[in-house]
Each structure stands twice: as structure tokens, then as C-alpha cells.
């Protein structure tokens, strides 16, 4: 299969396009193809949510209307993304066959309405959805204007219809082969519950069971199952038609309903939605939405290992945030190099135009209900287009990273379920960020990689809070560390086995107690109010005398690890000195183990340190000024593409290692480059 990039001669710049809802005004529809090219699109996502228009009657397809836009786009030089319409389906097979709406965790079938509120059990569904779908492939499919495959559209939820009972049960006994098993697997005698019956078994209900946590896990993991082989049925036509044309759907960042990684066996290429709460601080710093939405983009890059797609941004507002602000000039352009930046291949928008009525009539679009080529957010689209009509030679261009953080969903979702030691935020994301945030302010590329993904190959491996070990990861975290490898392992890892049953004996279990050189003997959750002190012993790199934790303080003790930090009280009961930060040589390699929730100060005094003696150095070896962000791609042939983004209202400058030129511009830096206000750069090495 050739490379996605490959498909078109640049950048894709594209957005959302619902034909459907102005077919009544066949000017509109001519209008908007010159206003397309004007705007530099060379890409737009059709029949997102146009199943009504589609198959207005069971079996009656109507595809004509569909076929000219695709050709006329065509002939315009644009491609088209194509959708498939599963995510809303029409108002005559809800009414007809019942079967296909979800029912909720409180057993009642919803009403025909929104999106996404279908079974993903159903077979009629199931059926209907392939039919459509056989449908556009058989006509589509060859179709030398369609590009890619958009399956669904922000996939999500869940059911709980007598169909989806029956499935997992079914996918319980192929799991768990005896009752016997899964009963001493979910710890039933808790209360109790054991079931002498499959048909007993129900999915977690607040009118029923919620606290046999086996049970919960396993349905999160039955529901990413059951979506995947949803998905599974949805691409079997498109593949059948034309195995060349990729597939994708589009994540919405750190949403977890199910597991997006389920999904990556079925992706040719990952793509997501960013829709960050701009202008929403009292000073003009950017900084913590561009934290949150470069981290999500290192995710989709990291999930296949090759540059994703921007789905969906906003060219100027939502119309779902609590205050829909605009972007403000210039920040469109700043949110689109900094995708690039962090392994983007498009460019893409929801939406084309606004819509006249219903619940996105206020979102943002590149054409308002004022129907004008002459406004702000037109030009300012139109300068991205133009602007990624001379990035050819960066389709495709990998990150290399040599660190990469462990951030999990299925352990996300047991640290929500625990029942302690925090029930108000255990801030197993939080803690994320505090390992992420460093690296990224530094410009040091990093992966995120998950429980089952492969991190061999990284000199530092950062672990947060990895509370349920599953598989053989804790195996492959001492393999890692072993064979030279640096490993970061915090509190609260280690606990629980898959199905968040409860170690016997020390812990962290399966091995990383020998790792990190550390035993637990008690945890100590805090307070919002409350803190401690961390107190550094040895200084085996530059660190600062204390840090405040907070959250949550783990009481350990050094079973051979080297102590570099204990905790500091005044407490007239609790032990003074205890070890919060150790060291261990295990193998060739080097585990630390942070026993509390330490502040932000510490984890980039931490990580920056061990990054410059592992040899991770920042794309740029320059010290950023604070707001500035900097990333690298390097393309084919082992061209280097270097991006700097001013996340701040005030001018910066940023002083060069070596002499750069603005890709754009032309003009070349020598020693320090300018940044205007929410200012970004595009360099390549200077002639």
C-alpha cells in the first residue's frame, strides 16, 4: 500500500463539506468550489452525516447528487476524503427496526436523535451499515478524486441492549472458559456476588452492579472490542473494492469511552480532532492548550509510528465550549505549524459553511452565513492553504525521539475505579503532563506509547503511575532497563494485575520491586491543602534543596537502591528521612523511583538533567524563552525541517546554534531569530 502522503504532490488542506444541506441552491454549490480554490483547498470530507440524503428510503440509494460533487470537485483539482455515514443513522430505521438504538447503562432504549446513539451489536445495524457502504465503495472506489476513507466520525459509547448482554457473555466465556474462573478473577465473594449463572451476568449499571471492578474493566474492554469489529465490518467493502485507498476515523484527543489502540490494527492512518479552549487565560499565554494539544498530536503520531492528520480544528470557534471564543489573528497559523510541527500532514477544518440551522449553526466555518470571501478568517485560511502548497518535501518527515513516556488506557481506567487511596483526582493525566511538559518546554522529542507498544529502542522510558500491569510489560520494563536502558517508575505502580485484583506480597509486583530496588510499605494520599517536603540527599545532577509533593506521598523502603531524596516533616508521628527518590543499577541500566507527587519544578530539574547525561538532546541546542516551543521533522533524504511557536503576546527572540532560513521567506538567521506575538517558524538549514 503506498504511503497516504504519498497520494497527493503536497499538503492536505481540506475541511468538513455537507453538500447535502444546500442541494436546494445549486448556486451555492458552484459558489463554493471557487471559493475552495480561492481559499487553497485541496481536500474536503463528504457524507459525513448524509445517510438520510443517501438512502432516503430502506434500500434506495440515491448517489447521483453525490457522484456530481465528487466530480466536480475533482475537476477543480480538489480530492475527496470520504466518509461513511454510520455515526447518524435515518429516522426510517430507527422507526422500522428499534433494534439499532442504544440503550443505556439504565436499560432504557433511547429515541430516534443525535449521533452515534446506535448499537454496535445489532446486526441489523450492522447490516445496513455495510449495505450503504457496499454501496459507496462499489461506485467510489475507483474513483481517482477519492483519496481516503473517513470512517464514521468520532466514534463513540456504548450499549447496553439484551443483544450487547448476550455478546458479552460470549466474549466473557471465550475470555475465562469456566464461571469458576472469572468469578475468583472478579473477586466475587466481595458482598457476595458470585454468579452461579452466565445469564446472570450483567454490564455495570448505577441501578445495579458497579463495584466488582473486574467486571467494569472487562466491559470497557468488551466495548472497545465490540466497536472494533463494528469497525471491522464498516472497511470489509471499502478494502474489498480497493485495498489502496487508506482508512481512517478521527480520535477526539484524550476521550477514553473505549481504547482508541484497538483500533490501530484496523488504521492505515491515525487521525483526531483539536479543539483546545483558546484565549481562555487572563495574560495571552497560550502555552497550557498548545501543552494539551501538542501532547495528543505526539500520541497520534506515536500510534503508528508515522505522521497522522488533523482531521478537525476550528478556523475560528466552537459553539460547544462554555464561551466560544474566537482565535485571535494570527493564531490560526500558529495552531497549524505547531500540528506540523509535532507530525501532521494536513490541515483540515470543521467546517466549510456554516450551517443555517440545529446545533452547529454557530460553529466556526471558513464560510459564515455571510457568505463573503473578504473576511478575517477566509484570508486567514487562505494564507494556511498557501503556505502548505510549498511544504511538499515535508510530507511524510518522521520525529525521531529517543525518550518516550508510558501512558495507558485501560490503566487510566483502573486508577478512575480504584475506590482510593484518592477518590476525589488520583491525577494519573496530571502526572502525565508533569513528565511530558519538561520535555516538550525544552524542545527534546518525545513518544507516547502504551502498555502493549514497543519502547526497546528509547534511552529513557518514563512510566507514571502504572497502577495495573498487564501482558508481559513489567517483564519487557525490566528487559528494557536491563539492557541499558533509564526508567522513570512512580508511585502507585505496580499494584494490580490485569483484571485490578490486588498483589499478595510485595509490591511493586511482578518484578519491578527488583527494578526499582524500592518495597512499599504504606501510601499516604493528601489533601488539596495539604503538602510535604522532598528533601534532596545526594545530587547526583544539578537539583534544587526541596520540592513540595502533594496527592499522594508513598512510605517506602530501599531494598539496595541508592536514596537521593527523603521526606522532610514536622509531623510529631510520622518518620523523618524516609526515601522518596532512589536510584538503582539493575543490569546494564539505571531505574529511579519517585515516591511522591512531586511539584513541576522537580520533574524538570529531573528529566532535563538525565536527558543531557543520556545524550536526548533538544532539536535545537538552544535555551528557549519562556512561551516558546521548538520541534524538527526530517524528511525524506534526511532534510530537516526546524519549527518555533511564540505561545505568548509578547515578541521573543531565540538565539541559533547555527545559521537557519525561513522556509517561507527566504530570508536567513545567523545568530538570533525574532518572533512576533503568537508568532511561528518554518526553518531549514541555511545555504
Not at 455478546?167 to 452461579?196: D, P
Not at 502548497?389 to 513516556?405: F, H, N, P
Request: hydrophobic share 40%.
Amino acid at each position: 500500500m503506498p504511503k497516504y502522503a504519498a497520494l497527493l504532490p503536497h499538503m492536505l488542506h481540506g475541511c468538513d463539506y455537507n453538500p447535502e444541506q444546500w442541494m436546494y441552491d445549486p448556486a451555492i454549490l458552484r459558489q463554493d468550489i471557487e471559493h475552495m480554490k480561492e481559499a487553497h483547498i485541496n481536500c474536503v470530507s463528504l457524507g459525513i452525516f448524509a445517510w438520510a440524503a443517501l438512502e432516503p428510503k430502506e434500500g434506495e440509494y440515491h448517489l447521483d447528487w453525490l457522484a456530481e460533487v465528487i466530480d466536480n470537485l475533482y475537476q477543480n483539482g480538489i480530492y475527496t476524503v470520504l466518509a461513511t455515514p454510520s455515526g447518524a443513522r435515518p429516522a426510517w430505521m430507527a422507526k422500522k427496526y428499534p433494534e439499532v438504538l442504544r440503550t443505556g447503562a439504565d436499560r432504557v432504549r433511547a429515541l430516534m436523535g443525535g449521533r452515534h446513539n446506535h448499537c454496535y451489536t445489532s446486526p441489523v445495524y450492522r447490516e445496513k451499515v455495510r449495505a450503504i457502504n457496499t454501496q459507496l465503495a462499489a461506485r467510489f472506489a475507483k474513483h481517482p478524486g477519492v483519496i481516503l476513507w473517513h470512517i464514521s466520525n468520532e466514534i463513540q459509547g456504548e450499549c447496553h441492549c439484551e443483544l450487547c448482554q448476550a455478546a458479552f457473555r460470549a466474549w466473557l466465556r471465550e475470555k475465562y472458559g469456566t464461571l469458576e474462573k472469572l468469578n475468583h478473577e472478579w473477586w466475587t465473594m466481595f458482598w457476595s456476588h458470585t454468579y452461579s449463572d452466565w445469564d446472570e451476568i450483567e454490564s455495570p449499571s448505577w441501578r445495579g452492579e458497579t463495584n466488582v471492578h473486574g467486571l467494569n474493566l472487562d466491559w470497557k474492554r468488551f466495548v472497545s472490542h465490540q466497536t472494533a469489529e463494528f469497525f471491522r465490518n464498516e472497511i470489509e467493502p471499502l478494502k474489498a473494492a480497493n485495498p489502496a485507498i487508506p482508512v481512517t476515523t478521527n480520535f477526539m484527543g484524550f476521550h477514553d469511552s473505549f481504547d482508541y489502540y484497538k483500533l490501530l490494527p484496523l488504521l492505515d492512518v491515525v487521525s483526531w480532532d483539536s479543539y483546545p479552549t483558546w484565549h481562555n487565560s487572563t495574560d495571552g499565554n497560550e502555552m497550557y492548550n498548545a501543552l494539551w494539544s501538542d501532547a495528543y498530536s505526539d500520541i497520534c503520531r506515536s500510534m503508528l509510528g508515522k505522521p497522522f492528520l488533523l482531521m478537525e480544528n476550528t478556523p475560528s470557534q466552537t459553539n460547544w465550549h462554555e464561551v466560544c471564543r474566537p482565535k485571535h489573528p494570527g493564531i490560526l497559523r500558529l495552531t497549524s505549524i505547531t500540528k506540523l510541527a509535532h507530525g501532521a500532514d494536513s490541515i483540515q477544518y470543521f467546517q466549510w459553511r456554516q450551517s443555517r440551522g440545529c446545533s452547529e449553526k454557530f460553529h466556526g466555518a471558513v464560510m459564515t452565513h455571510a457568505n463573503r470571501t473578504d473576511t478575517r478568517v477566509f484570508r486567514e485560511v487562505s494564507s494556511v492553504g498557501t503556505m502548505l502548497e510549498k511544504l511538499d518535501r515535508l510530507c511524510g518527515a518522521k520525529t525521531k525521539a529517543k525518550a518516550a513516556i508510558l501512558f495507558d488506557t485501560e490503566n487510566g481506567w483502573a486508577i478512575r475505579d480504584a475506590k482510593g487511596p484518592r477518590n476525589q483526582d488520583m491525577g494519573y493525566q496530571e502526572l502525565f503532563f508533569r513528565f511530558y511538559e519538561p520535555l516538550w518546554k525544552a524542545g527534546i522529542p518525545v513518544d507516547i506509547v502504551n502498555a502493549d507498544m514497543d519502547f526497546s529502542g528509547y534511552h529513557l522510558l518514563c512510566v507514571p503511575m502504572l497502577y495495573l500491569l498487564r501482558g508481559d510489560t513489567a517483564k519487557r520494563i525490566a528487559d528494557f532497563t536491563k539492557q541499558g536502558g533509564t526508567v522513570i517508575l512512580t508511585m502507585h505502580t505496580g499494584l494490580v494485575n490485569e483484571n485490578d485484583l490486588c498483589y499478595m506480597g510485595d509490591t511493586p509486583a511482578e518484578g519491578l520491586a527488583e527494578v526499582a530496588g524500592v518495597r512499599l510499605l504504606e501510601m499516604d494520599p493528601l489533601y488539596d491543602n495539604q503538602h510535604e517536603t522532598m528533601r534532596i540527599t545526594r545530587t547526583p545532577f544539578p537539583m534544587a534543596e526541596s520540592y513540595r509533593c502533594g496527592k499522594l506521598c508513598e512510605r517506602i523502603s530501599a531494598e539496595g537502591a541508592e536514596v537521593l531524596a527523603v521526606y522532610e516533616t514536622d509531623s510529631p508521628v510520622l518518620p523523618d528521612n524516609m526515601p522518596c527518590l532512589t536510584k538503582n543499577e539493575f543490569g546494564r541500566g539505571t531505574a529511579y523511583y519517585v515516591a511522591a507527587f512531586a511539584e513541576h519544578r522537580f520533574f524538570s530539574d529531573l528529566l532535563l538533567s538525565l536527558a543531557e547525561r543520556l545524550g536526548i538532546a533538544p532539536v535545537l541546542d538552544t535555551t528557549l524563552p519562556e512561551g516558546v516551543t521548538a520541534s524538527a521533522r526530517m524528511a525524506e533524504g534526511g532534510e530537516m525541517f526546524w519549527f518555533l511557536m511564540n505561545w505568548t503576546a509578547e515578541q521573543k527572540s531565540v538565539n541559533l546554534p547555527f545559521p537557519l532560513r525561513d522556509f517561507e521567506s527566504g530570508r536567513s538567521y545567523q545568530n538570533v531569530i525574532p518572533l512576533a506575538p503568537y508568532g511561528a517558524k518554518i526553518l531549514v538549514k541555511a545555504e
